[in-house]
């Protein structure tokens, strides 16, 4: 089983909301990461969680929040976006950090 | 730094057609190489790899070669289907950049009937 796991499918906020977005893996993972697509882009790296640390943040913005609270489990935690911020943001794991890396379908964000 | 080029798209092809999508990348050190595809509306999908040099990585009938000498790893499929329209996304991950992948900007395969 590859499977990583992402809720919502499809998310609408304002600029003054807080929400949340979830991905889990139940492959035993030690390393998962959060990616930012834009349309017709690549993903762009955003977090790296290592062995449930974080070990990479590519100069977010701190209005994305990253939590690892088990080595299962991966939120970003959002607040007062901007439009500019609506994008596509998946998730994907991989065993140690340095294979494969495997994707979740994704949370389509949309920032009014 | 590491990088990763990918022919520019759109590539529109008929349904039975071969397939190549060039893909070359520059590397510090001992690349894995990866093709992802991206369906509509989805999240990426692992299609092959291959983590040494003159390996081949294949799937669903998709191959791609790792050459070391031409620092390339072109997809090439016999015969395409309708089916195998989507994004792909050829990427790399280095020993000397541990966790992070450097992606491709992606190829956009139409197949028309």
């Known amino acids: 089983d590859t499977e990583v796991t992402q809720t919502p499918k499809h998310l609408v906020m304002g600029m003054t909301n807080k929400k949340s977005l979830k991905c889990e893996q139940h492959?035993?993972?030690?390393?998962m990461y959060w990616y930012k697509q834009k349309a017709k882009k690549p993903p762009e790296l955003m977090f790296v969680?290592?062995?449930?640390?974080?070990?990479i943040n590519e100069s977010v913005p701190s209005r994305f929040s990253p939590e690892c609270p088990n080595s299962s489990l991966l939120n970003l935690h959002l607040h007062a976006l901007q439009p500019e911020d609506s994008a596509l943001y998946l998730c994907?794991?991989?065993?140690?950090?340095?294979?494969?890396?495997?994707f979740g379908p994704g949370t389509r964000l949309l920032v009014l | 730094g590491d990088s990763v080029t990918q022919m520019e798209g759109p590539v529109t092809l008929s349904e039975e057609a071969f397939l190549t999508i060039n893909c070359t990348y520059t590397?510090?050190?001992?690349?894995?190489l990866f093709w992802y595809v991206q369906y509509p509306g989805e999240g990426l999908q692992l299609l092959l790899k291959?983590?040494?040099?003159?390996d081949k990585g294949s799937n669903k009938g998709f191959e791609a070669t790792y050459r070391k000498e031409t620092t390339s790893f072109h997809l090439e499929k016999g015969s395409v289907q309708v089916s195998d329209s989507a994004v792909y996304f050829c990427?790399?991950?280095?020993?000397?950049?541990?966790?992070?992948?450097?992606f491709g900007s992606g190829t956009k395969l139409n197949v028309k009937p």
């Open positions: 969680y290592s062995y449930e640390k974080l070990s």
């Open positions: 990427a790399l991950y280095s020993s000397g950049n541990f966790n992070k992948f450097y």
């Open positions: 994907a794991s991989s065993l140690t950090g340095q294979e494969t890396q495997y």
């Open positions: 492959m035993g993972h030690r390393a």
């Open positions: 291959a983590t040494k040099a003159d």
């Open positions: 590397a510090t050190g001992y690349p894995s």
